[in-house]
């Protein structure tokens, strides 16, 4: 049992593996924190209940509603929350913004009583992680019969807390939710940096740390989506933390639509932690007996620094949220022909380069964009989901034959969510495309977006992709997403539900997922949006993998791996070899550099195999030998950062298998120096009494050796030069 319930004492445990959440029913049946770190006993810890802070207070009315009269002095700002609400005396930010019939929007949620389940039900058309003992704690406000459950789910092996919460109008008015967040949570001091992740396109996932303050700091997306300017991400760092010790916590949703997660610093030092759907923009009316399911968000505690959360992050979404059936399974080692054609290739062509490939081990042929409709450029096509019999005069059906006659599975490009404005689907369908009648809507790479929160148009995609994809012999899809949402309106919502929009846009995206991974299980999904445009763990529950970048240079992916590493496993990291000079940075690096990076991740090549010379199809076929030698542990090994780019000339990723007997360290020096530093590089994570062979000094040392001392690496001269040490254990 992961949950105990002090009855008497009103206090609820959730045990993790080394953690324990902790909260009560206070005096006034209102949810008060009271602790989240690691494992403690199941004493009772009121004694830690303080209170300070207070200015104007506002005495409670629960108080006097059981007492016949206001308490002196507690008043709900001073409780560490569970969920905070606003109206009654709480001037923090509230999780729930509420407005009744009547105009008035207070609400007061109070105890209600919980139920325990063995296994978590999968909220109603949402992703969220599988499994888990869950604890239900029901709220209401008694004057107005709205109320609220708390979903509270807890792994015995893995130390994150799973949140939700459920909103349910039991009134008999409608009520309007302005805000609908899904968890409120409390660090009880302020010396705390805020971690997110920033971005752009072509610059995922960059690490920013903002100290916390008196007010809030916060990241969001307005962008209905989750994004590459800021990741669905934050952490609380402790200062003095680094990655292998010190206290860290984790906020992680499971949402791809517009977020918003919030720090405050309160006025008695401790910190309050707000979050889910954005409120910008948003607003959902529940009619009488109507519910609102929220995001799940995932929290995750470590006293082993940002590491240590970074593996907890990435246990858990590795055993809980990413498809079983794939998520430990071999890659598909791929060849993509994007950067290799563009839009410019025929049914020659591709045949071409799946020829060219012959003898390297790659598996897979992928083929990208401008496989359909009239797809020449960018301008025309897409929502044609037939093919392009002027490219490929044979149909697919002749390029999947030739593609796997040459013993490689074949993989293909769709953008499901979009529409050219010179395509059949628009000419035939306008009004299927977001926009506000009357208005010019904006275009963003020549296109619109669909609107998925109908379901005629969600119909027409689930029948158009999968009937490709039941024609076909196809075994991989990439499904690309290259734009945002502008102009939110849609035909099929009246009036009063036209801000339910971007929530509804994530069900609809989800609703699609569903019927199309569902319908092909065999198939394997890579999630893409220009690169890593939607990067977020939703999306991870539908498609094992994604497009990491649309910068495929060595030197910035360094970069973009490390921020995404920070929450998301290297399983899910789509990366690829791609040609020199890079389309993206122009940047030269060596062809092994290139491999060692991308082959931390889930790789594969990007280029035209047929301007190979024997030599470099020699190259990539040991590339990717030696890629399966460390295939296992990119997929399932623990990740130790032991360099970090963003602070260094250096760069370092140490994978080592859960058993500890074997691990691969990557390390990867930016620029040479003349008469440079002497560096030592780190190794991390081994057993310290297991003696580890070293392939390449061929020698065997012990791993408390290894650890303490480090490893002195002979970089070649020049820059961007990489060094790669395979450990294994001498009883393997
Ligand atoms: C953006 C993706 O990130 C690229 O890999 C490629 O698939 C293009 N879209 C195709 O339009």
Same mark, same amino acid.
């Given at each position: 049992?992961?949950?105990?319930?002090?009855?008497?004492?009103?206090?609820?445990?959730?045990?993790?593996?080394?953690?324990?959440?902790?909260?009560?029913?206070?005096?006034?049946?209102?949810?008060?924190?009271?602790?989240?770190?690691?494992?403690?006993? $199941?004493?009772?810890?009121?004694?830690?209940?303080?209170?300070?802070?207070?200015?104007?207070?506002?005495?409670?009315?629960?108080?006097?509603?059981?007492?016949?009269?206001?308490?002196?002095?507690?008043?709900?700002?001073?409780?560490?929350?569970?969920?905070?609400?606003?109206? !009654?005396?709480?001037?923090?930010?509230?999780?729930?913004?509420?407005?009744?019939?009547?105009?008035?929007?207070?609400?007061?949620?109070?105890?209600?009583?919980?139920?325990?389940?063995?296994?978590?039900?999968?909220?109603?058309?949402?992703?969220?992680?599988?499994?888990?003992?869950?604890?239900?704690? $029901?709220?209401?406000?008694?004057?107005?019969?709205?109320?609220?459950?708390?979903?509270?789910?807890?792994?015995?092996?893995?130390?994150?807390?799973?949140?939700?919460?459920?909103?349910?109008?039991?009134?008999?008015?409608?009520?309007?939710?302005?805000?609908?967040?899904?968890?409120?949570?409390?660090?009880?001091?302020?010396?705390?940096?805020?971690?997110?992740?920033?971005?752009?396109?072509?610059?995922?996932?960059?690490?920013?740390?903002?100290?916390?303050?008196?007010?809030?700091?916060?990241?969001?997306?307005?962008?209905?989506?989750?994004?590459?300017? /800021?990741?669905?991400?934050?952490?609380?760092?402790?200062?003095?933390?680094?990655?292998?010790?010190?206290?860290?916590?984790?906020?992680?949703?499971?949402?791809?639509?517009?977020?918003?997660?919030?720090?405050?610093?309160?006025?008695?030092?401790?910190?309050?932690?707000?979050?889910?759907?954005?409120?910008?923009?948003?607003?959902?009316?529940?009619?009488?007996?109507?519910?609102?399911?929220?995001?799940?968000?995932?929290?995750?505690?470590?006293?082993?620094?940002?590491?240590?959360?970074?593996?907890?992050?990435?246990? %858990?979404?590795?055993?809980?949220?990413?498809?079983?059936?794939?998520?430990?399974?071999?890659?598909?080692?791929?060849?993509?022909?994007?950067?290799?054609?563009?839009?410019?290739?025929?049914?020659?062509?591709?045949?071409?380069?799946?020829?060219?490939?012959?003898?390297?081990?790659?598996?897979?042929?992928?083929?990208?964009?401008?496989?359909?409709?009239?797809?020449?450029?960018?301008?025309?096509?897409?929502?044609?989901?037939?093919?392009?019999?002027?490219?490929?005069?044979?149909?697919? !059906?002749?390029?999947?034959?030739?593609?796997?006659?040459?013993?490689?599975?074949?993989?293909?490009?769709?953008?499901?969510?979009?529409? #050219?404005?010179?395509?059949?689907?628009?000419?035939?369908?306008?009004?299927?495309?977001?926009?506000?009648?009357?208005?010019?809507?904006?275009?963003?790479?020549?296109?619109?977006?669909?609107?998925?929160?109908?379901?005629?148009?969600?119909?027409?995609?689930?029948?158009?992709?999968?009937?490709?994809? $039941?024609?076909?012999?196809?075994?991989?899809?990439?499904?690309?997403?290259?734009?945002?949402?502008?102009?939110?309106?849609?035909?099929?919502?009246?009036?009063?539900?036209?801000?339910?929009?971007?929530?509804?846009?994530?069900?609809?995206?989800?609703?699609?997922?569903?019927?199309?991974?569902?319908?092909?299980?065999?198939?394997?999904?890579?999630?893409?949006?220009?690169?890593?445009?939607?990067?977020?763990?939703?999306?991870?529950?539908?498609?094992?993998?994604?497009?990491?970048?649309?910068?495929?240079?060595?030197?910035?992916?360094? =970069?973009?791996?490390?921020?995404?590493?920070?929450?998301?496993?290297?399983?899910?990291?789509?990366?690829?070899?791609?040609?020199?000079? #890079?389309?993206?940075?122009?940047?030269?690096?060596?062809?092994?550099?290139? %491999?060692?990076?991308?082959?931390?991740?889930?790789?594969?090549?990007?280029?035209?195999?047929?301007?190979?010379?024997?030599?470099?199809?020699?190259? +990539?076929?040991?590339?990717?030998?030696?890629?399966?030698?460390?295939?296992?542990?990119?997929?399932?090994?623990? =990740?130790?950062?032991?360099?970090?780019?963003?602070?260094?000339?250096?760069?370092?990723?140490?994978?080592?298998?859960?058993?500890?007997?074997?691990?691969?360290?990557?390390?990867?020096?930016?620029?040479?120096?003349?008469?440079?530093? +002497?560096?030592?590089?780190?190794?991390?994570?081994?057993?310290?009494?297991?003696?580890?062979?070293?392939?390449?000094?061929?020698?065997?040392?012990?791993?408390? !050796?290894?650890?303490?001392?480090?490893? /002195?690496?002979?970089?070649?001269?020049?820059?961007?030069?990489?060094?790669?040490?395979?450990?294994?254990?001498?009883?393997?």
């Amino acid at each position: 049992m992961a949950i105990t319930v002090n009855e008497q004492k009103r206090i609820f445990f959730l045990d993790g593996k080394n953690t324990t959440y902790a909260f009560m029913i206070n005096e006034y049946n209102y949810a008060e924190h009271l602790y989240y770190g690691k494992s403690i006993g $199941h004493d009772d810890i009121t004694y830690i209940r303080g209170d300070g802070g207070g200015s104007m207070l506002a005495q409670t009315p629960a108080y006097k509603a059981q007492k016949g009269v206001f308490p002196s002095y507690d008043s709900y700002h001073q409780f560490p929350a569970e969920i905070s609400f606003y109206g !009654t005396g709480d001037y923090r930010e509230p999780a729930l913004e509420i407005s009744h019939e009547d105009g008035s929007r207070i609400v007061e949620l109070l105890y209600d009583g919980y139920d325990i389940a063995e296994e978590k039900q999968k909220p109603e058309g949402m992703p969220a992680m599988r499994g888990g003992e869950t604890l239900i704690l $029901h709220l209401k406000d008694t004057a107005s019969h709205f109320g609220c459950d708390l979903y509270y789910t807890v792994y015995d092996d893995v130390d994150v807390i799973a949140r939700r919460i459920v909103y349910k109008n039991e009134g008999e008015s409608d009520v309007r939710l302005n805000r609908a967040y899904s968890f409120t949570f409390h660090v009880p001091d302020m010396e705390y940096e805020v971690m997110t992740l920033h971005g752009a396109w072509g610059r995922e996932r960059r690490i920013e740390s903002i100290p916390v303050h008196h007010g809030v700091v916060s990241v969001d997306s307005k962008r209905m989506s989750s994004s590459a300017t /800021l990741n669905p991400f934050m952490a609380l760092v402790k200062k003095g933390t680094c990655e292998e010790y010190g206290n860290v916590y984790g906020f992680s949703l499971v949402y791809s639509s517009s977020f918003v997660l919030k720090a405050e610093g309160i006025n008695n030092g401790s910190i309050q932690i707000t979050g889910g759907i954005n409120d910008f923009d948003f607003s959902w009316k529940l009619q009488k007996g109507e519910k609102l399911e929220t995001p799940e968000v995932v929290i995750a505690y470590s006293d082993e620094g940002l590491g240590g959360m970074s593996r907890i992050y990435h246990d %858990a979404y590795r055993e809980y949220l990413i498809n079983k059936r794939f998520v430990k399974a071999k890659r598909p080692l791929v060849i993509n022909n994007w950067e290799g054609t563009y839009f410019d290739f025929d049914n020659q062509k591709l045949k071409e380069i799946a020829e060219a490939a012959k003898g390297t081990e790659i598996d897979t042929f992928v083929l990208d964009d401008g496989w359909f409709g009239k797809r020449d450029d960018d301008f025309s096509g897409l929502g044609d989901w037939f093919v392009n019999t002027d490219k490929l005069e044979g149909g697919l !059906t002749e390029v999947i034959e030739y593609v796997n006659g040459l013993g490689m599975k074949f993989g293909l490009w769709f953008e499901p969510e979009m529409v #050219n404005e010179d395509s059949e689907l628009y000419r035939a369908h306008p009004d299927y495309a977001i926009g506000v009648p009357g208005r010019v809507r904006c275009q963003s790479r020549n296109q619109y977006m669909l609107d998925l929160t109908r379901k005629e148009v969600r119909d027409y995609i689930v029948e158009n992709v999968n009937g490709v994809l $039941h024609k076909h012999h196809i075994s991989y899809v990439k499904w690309d997403y290259n734009r945002n949402v502008t102009d939110a309106w849609s035909c099929g919502l009246t009036k009063d539900r036209q801000a339910e929009f971007s929530h509804r846009y994530a069900l609809g995206l989800y609703d699609l997922c569903e019927r199309i991974v569902e319908a092909n299980p065999e198939v394997f999904f890579e999630g893409c949006s220009s690169g890593g445009g939607r990067f977020d763990p939703a999306i991870l529950y539908y498609f094992p993998q994604v497009w990491t970048s649309d910068n495929t240079d060595a030197e910035d992916r360094t =970069l973009i791996q490390y921020g995404t590493s920070m929450v998301y496993p290297l399983s899910t990291m789509s990366c690829h070899v791609s040609v020199v000079p #890079n389309h993206q940075t122009g940047r030269i690096t060596r062809m092994d550099t290139r %491999a060692d990076i991308a082959h931390l991740g889930a790789t594969g090549y990007e280029l035209d195999t047929t301007a190979f010379s024997d030599e470099d199809r020699e190259c +990539v076929r040991r590339q990717i030998e030696e890629y399966h030698e460390i295939e296992e542990l990119v997929l399932d090994g623990d =990740l130790y950062r032991t360099e970090n780019p963003m602070e260094s000339n250096y760069f370092g990723f140490m994978l080592v298998s859960k058993d500890k007997k074997e691990a691969f360290l990557t390390a990867y020096r930016r620029l040479g120096h003349a008469n440079g530093e +002497v560096k030592r590089l780190k190794v991390c994570g081994l057993d310290k009494d297991i003696y580890y062979y070293v392939k390449e000094l061929d020698s065997t040392f012990l791993g408390a !050796t290894l650890m303490n001392v480090g490893l /002195l690496p002979v970089f070649d001269k020049g820059d961007f030069k990489t060094v790669k040490y395979h450990f294994m254990s001498l009883d393997i």
